[in-house]
C-alpha cells in the first residue's frame, strides 16, 4: 500500500508563492512516478507537473510553465511543486498522485492519490 499526504496549501495574493510538499509512504515508493494535479471547483482534475527519473524530462502544463517547478528528494520521500508569481486562475484543490507506469500519470490514471491541499490564490 503506498499513502501521499499533501501539504503546504494555503491563501496567498497575486504574484506570492507557494511550495507544496508530497511525502510518499509504503513499499518500493522510490520506483514510482509522481506528478502533482489540481481541480478547481466545477472543472476537471488536471495534471499541473510531473517528471520522469532524477535528471530527466518534466512536464508542465501550459498555464504553469516557468511558473512552477517540480522537483524531489529521494532521501525524504518527498516531492515539492513550488509554485512562484501565482495566479487567481492557480487556485484549487491540489493533489500529488503516484503510479509504477509514467504513462498512467501522463493519462491522469494514477494508482495512488493523496488526499489535497487548497490554495486560494485572490486579492
Known amino acids: 500500500q503506498v499513502h501521499l499526504v499533501e501539504s503546504g496549501g494555503g491563501s496567498v495574493q497575486p504574484g506570492e508563492s507557494l511550495r507544496l510538499s508530497c511525502v510518499i509512504s509504503?513499499?518500493?515508493?522510490?520506483?514510482?512516478?509522481i506528478g502533482w494535479f489540481r481541480q478547481a471547483p466545477g472543472k476537471e482534475r488536471e495534471l499541473v507537473a510531473t517528471?520522469?527519473?532524477?535528471?530527466?524530462?518534466?512536464y508542465y502544463r501550459d498555464a504553469v510553465k516557468g511558473r512552477f517547478t517540480i522537483s524531489r528528494d529521494d532521501s525524504l520521500n518527498t516531492t515539492y511543486l513550488e509554485m512562484n508569481s501565482l495566479k487567481p486562475e492557480d487556485s484549487g484543490m491540489y493533489y500529488c498522485?503516484?503510479?509504477?507506469?509514467?504513462?498512467?500519470?501522463?493519462?491522469?490514471?494514477?494508482?495512488?492519490w493523496g488526499q489535497g491541499t487548497q490554495v486560494t490564490v485572490s486579492s
Open positions: 509504503g513499499d518500493d515508493t522510490s520506483t514510482l512516478f
Open positions: 517528471r520522469w527519473r532524477a535528471g530527466g524530462s518534466r
Open positions: 498522485a503516484a503510479a509504477p507506469l509514467y504513462a498512467r500519470i501522463l493519462n491522469g490514471a494514477p494508482d495512488y
